[in-house]
């Protein structure tokens, strides 16, 4: 039997994947241990591997089959874009994408007049804007603090995760529109699929179960 690979989003999503993948057997004790500086984790027994990786990472590790199985956030996975298969929604990190700004700007988002979105997700603001509302942007790529750019007159919009609604609320923004919720996914490498099925399909089988 070979090794099935998992690449995991490193942070609290792979802690909360973890704990679900606890729930139908599959451990690595060996993770557990957040002192160490290992990269591989090994469950000889059930012949598995993981590593952490981080969030953007995953579907780039799934892709080209150097992971089988990745866990990711839906936001990840639809600005990646890659050739991979959404399996399984694990139903944690729940959160969702947003169109946001202060009140006044809500107007802009109401006729076809070019305006500035600042986002971390320029694929998924483009996709938003010019398929779903007709409407010409100007994409701002930023790396973080996202709600920076209309408070300091960046741009007119953001496109970003909105989870509790406290970052928006302490900054005097609001949830504009919605584009749409958010979730970590289990995705698979396409190859892995139709080698490795048997294998693949009973860990996804066993996810719904508990899950339900
Ligand atoms: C995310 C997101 C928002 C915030 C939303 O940022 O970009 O800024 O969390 O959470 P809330 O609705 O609970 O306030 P993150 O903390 O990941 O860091 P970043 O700003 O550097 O992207």
Sequence with gaps: MRYLTFALTKGRLADKTLERFEKIGITCEEMKDKSSRKLIF?????????FLAKGPD????VEHGAADIGVSG???IMEENRHI???LDLGFGKCRMCICGFP???ELLNHHEMIKVATKYPRIARDYFHNKKFQTVDIIKLNGSIELAPIVG???VIC???ETGSTLRENGLSVLEEVCPLSARMVVNQVSMRMEAERIR??????REVQE
């Design 160 to 162: 970003d995760i909105v």
């Design 58 to 61: 995953v579907p780039t590790y």
């Design 85 to 87: 298969y959404e399996v």
């Design 202 to 207: 009973e860990i996804i089988n066993a996810l």
């Design 104 to 106: 006044e700007a809500a």
């Design 74 to 76: 839906k936001d990840i």
């Design 42 to 50: 090994v469950n000889e027994e059930k012949k598995l591997k993981f």
């Design 154 to 156: 960046l741009s007119d």
